[in-house]
Nanobody
């Protein structure tokens, strides 16, 4: 089992920055692919960014490429999402997700690939 707790959300003006953190419990974190997803009101959950267990491979949705970065600290069982140059369309609930046993497979963009989810943290970007 993996338990995930997100933090760092809030209200920010357009052009501002936020850093989300996701703290994981369990011994399998270092072997888990991690993903960030978001869900805006009335929309489906969508992939934002992902990172493989070693941190050597990352993937980003086109809408955030060049503005967001993802990183992980396996010693702290934590994955981060640094969000810069935020836009009103980034407003959503952001979720952290874990996929244990991903191995050498590419980062998955599908929510169905991730069996473990955090409770979400709200990010609101005002114009």
């Amino acid at each position: 089992q993996v338990q995930l707790v997100e933090s760092g959300g809030g209200l920010v003006q357009a052009g501002g920055s936020l850093r989300l953190s996701c703290a994981a419990s369990g011994r399998t974190f270092s072997m888990s692919h991690m993903g960030w997803f978001r869900q805006a009101a009335g929309k489906e959950r969508e992939f934002v960014a992902g990172i493989r267990y070693s941190g050597g491979s990352t993937s980003f949705a086109d809408s955030v490429k060049g503005r967001f970065t993802i990183s992980r600290d396996n010693a702290k069982n934590t994955v981060y999402l640094q969000m810069n140059n935020l836009k009103p369309e980034d407003t959503a609930v952001y979720y952290c997700a874990a996929r244990t046993g991903g191995g050498l497979s590419p980062v998955s963009w599908s929510p169905r690939s991730y069996p473990y989810w955090g409770q979400g943290t709200q990010v609101t970007v005002s114009s």
